[in-house]
């Protein structure tokens, strides 16, 4: 258990439904991270977080998906009209660069699984 | 965009020395090197990183030639438990295409 829980574990949803992930990092973690992970490949960057403000996304990033950090503590990840190319294991790390650098503590991942 | 390339798949037998090599030829001047460890169904797991020259740590070591266009990692006398996708990462946004590594008894 690294302290970085999220939730669900284990999403089933409809496609055209909507889905919000959440990801609790560990708390003194000022940078929180979102990946996608489909199967046999390697996790694939969305977007990031310091403090409230997202200072990144990537172009996987769709306009169907967005992620919100209020406050600067938990973050959800919410994607709208779900596809069933949206099927991937959705995961949440967080880091503070004051510590090790760049050294990122994940969590257990959700499961979508769209059908 | 920055990208890095490892082999596909790895074996090697229990006890033995293992060195997985990632080539970044186009990393930045300020990236570090990282490596993480993935077991199936649980989120990868920070083992090292490091800039430049050598780095070790109490699981593994990590060597960087003078350029910087590749990494090596090595995990001294693996064990079954070592099977794993093993990704080296940079600028802590981009995972490389990893290396799964299957030690055999």
């Known amino acids: 258990d690294t302290g970085v829980s999220q939730d669900p574990r284990h999403k089933i949803t409809k496609r055209g439904q909507n889905v919000t992930f959440r990801c609790d990092p560990i708390?003194?973690?000022?940078?929180l991270y979102w990946y996608r992970q489909t199967l046999g490949q390697g996790p694939e960057f969305l977007t990031y977080f310091q403090n409230e403000a997202q200072l990144e996304k990537s172009r996987l990033l769709s306009d169907r998906f967005s992620a919100e950090r209020p406050k600067g503590s938990f973050s959800t990840l919410e994607i709208q009209r779900t596809e069933q190319g949206d099927s991937a294991m959705y995961l949440c790390?967080?880091?503070?660069?004051?510590?090790?650098?760049?050294?990122?503590?994940f969590g257990p991942g959700t499961r979508l699984t769209v059908t | 965009l920055a990208k890095t390339t490892q082999p596909i798949s790895m074996d090697s037998y229990e006890g033995q020395e293992v060195n997985i090599t990632c080539s970044h030829n186009n990393i930045a001047t300020n990236d570090y090197i990282t490596w993480y460890q993935q077991f199936p169904s649980q989120g990868p797991r920070f083992i090292i990183q490091?800039?430049?020259t050598k780095v070790t740590n109490e699981v593994a070591s990590l060597f960087i030639p003078a350029d910087r266009k590749s990494s090596t990692l090595s995990l001294p006398r693996v064990s079954l438990s070592d099977t794993a996708v093993y990704y080296c990462l940079f600028n802590n946004l981009f995972f490389g295409t990893g290396t799964r590594l299957t030690v055999i008894p």
């Open positions: 490091g800039y430049k």
């Open positions: 708390s003194e973690h000022n940078r």
């Open positions: 790390a967080s880091t503070s660069p004051g510590q090790h650098l760049y050294e990122q503590y």
